[in-house]
């Protein structure tokens, strides 16, 4: 004899949340002691960006005070930011050691 039987069919629906963390702003802070080219440079090499898109950001520092030069994750955000900071200029007449671009980090609103 055979027997047959049907078992209740339950789906468990987990509902996964997934949290994302917030992005963070890499932030450029104007100042007068670095030259524009020297902006610029730094701009093209951390973040790869052409010359047009590297002013316009050294323009916006400059004109409005600081500028957002990048949005992304916290943790590369932090890398980009210390990247920024091993580049230094030194005075083109003096030689004194500027030091590094005024730059900081944020959470995106």
């Keep these: ?6 078992l209740p ?5 987990e509902e996964t949340a997934v949290k994302l963390l917030p992005p963070y702003h890499v932030i450029l802070e104007n100042d007068d002691d670095h030259t524009m080219d020297f902006v610029i440079f730094v701009l093209r090499e951390v973040f790869k960006y052409d010359q047009p898109k590297a002013y316009s950001l050294m323009l916006e520092a400059h004109e409005k005070g600081q500028a957002i030069v990048w949005t992304g994750a916290k943790e590369v955000a932090e890398l980009k930011l210390e990247q920024i900071q091993t580049f230094h ?12 671009l005024g730059s900081r980090i944020e959470p995106a609103a």
């Design 9 to 13: 069919i339950t789906e468990s629906k």
């Design 89 to 100: 200029e030194k005075h083109p007449v003096t030689g004194k050691n500027l030091g590094s």
């Design 1 to 6: 004899m055979i027997y047959a039987f049907a």
